[in-house]
């Protein structure tokens, strides 16, 4: 299938509706993901414990990984076991040796290959292979982004948002588990990225957050391979305190929302931050795991960031109903508007370059 977006917005036609339905595009878009960096989570991971396995993008990369530490120091590493492809590390923990469940092979907490049971007569073992391969990794003040198949360093999709913002102490910023959740929705990843993209449904979808934004002044700007969105509230409450040296000083800024090309949404607001990681199951079902870091917990609920749980339901509400429609035969491919779309222009010329 052709994409084929005119980098014109005037001129150009969205995605063909069966981008966001067909099993057999679906399909090709491992190798979009395979390339992508990813965020898996914090350094505060390992405070207790210095193994925590996971697995990078369930149900599109399902690749099974280990975070490490070892004086102070962070690895991920591939938990699959070199010696019969099990998984090796289970549960977090706090251990000297990574051991596997199947046949005794024992790894240091680094991943080099320590012992193996029944291996006396093996020629030239171990090598270097036999070690658990390490899976790129970078950390931004304390946040944690992996990725499988690196093309790219970190900051080709975060610079934007690090010039931004590298002067918020997120490191500082406390996870809350039980303000995280897990959002179902029966619908394209793609499309659930198309909505976040624009503020033009704000005052159709969202009644409750349009009351606190100028809709106005609502401005969205992609950067290579970031789509930043910046909602200016009607007021100087609840919005930013910003350094008088910051390039947005003076103005009432309610939120940032920052949009990592191809499925990461980083939300901050005046009492911290949300994560949203889009998380493709199929090419009509996605999930939407949901990270909570709050930095001052006197602002929560208060201002845009304050009922997000309400957003987000509205915005699956909306983007189910969608799915429905552009299964249609009446319809394939809309136009933009060049003053509200940008983002999901972007986001679109994005995916015709990579795919």
Known sequence: MKIDIDKDIRKAKTIPSKFYHSPKI???????????WQFIGDTSLLDKNNAHPGILLDGMLNEPYVLTK???KVKCLSNVCTHRGNVVCNDSCNTKTLVCGYHGRQFEIDGKMKFMPEFDDVKNFPRKDDDLPEISMEIWKNLIFIINDKRCDLSEVTSTMVERLDWLPVDEFKYKPELSRTYKVNANWALYCDNYLEGFHIPYVHKDLNKELEYEDYFTEGIDNTVL????????ENTFDLPKDHQDYGKNIAAYYFFLFPNMMFNFYPWGLSINVVKPKSSEYTEIEYFTYVWKEELMGKGAGGNLDKVELEDGEIVETVQKGIKSKAYDRGRYS????IGVHHFHLLLQKYL
Not at 338 to 341: I, Q, S, V, Y
């Open 26 to 36: 679906y399909k090709k878009l491992r190798n979009l993901f395979d390339k992508s």
């Open 70 to 72: 070892k004086d102070e």
């Open 229 to 236: 969105q910046i909602g200016i509230g009607k007021g100087d």
């Open 338 to 341: 060049p003053k509200r779309e």
